[in-house]
């Protein structure tokens, strides 16, 4: 997907924090929603709808219905014996590090418009909601890979 869908972001989204984390909820909002331009005729970043778009494609098409977290678990981590989640279990939560921000860092997503670019960062314009462990657990494709440097060097040195 080269970023030309026309959905890089939920178009006039009041959905709460706790929605953007349901799968289902954003998969419905996407489905439903006019595309901001004719899909394949412009280009426009889908920063966090990529995943979600993406995601959705390989559960409706893998036989066994899994989510992009769980294929990636199955077909991808437990072969090159690495640990990478797009959902982290709440039994790793402990071993997480958290995201430090700089100041620079935080102007640049604390956007006052209201560009298309702030909506496709929304609701997660702040990088502090990805310190909450529910976030973790969420499964973000485009945003929320959790591993660590071990087990990227495995997953890339079977490829």
Known sequence: MPHRAGLPALRNSNMSIREYLDWYSVIYKLEKQEPYWVPGTQHGYHAYTYGWLAGELVRRVDIKKRTLGQFITDEIAKPTQSEFYIGLPGDYESRVSPIVTKALEKQMFN?????????TLLPFSELNYFNDPIVHQAEIPAANGITNARSIARIYASL
């Open 111 to 119: 956007l006052t418009t209201d560009s298309l670019f702030q909506q």
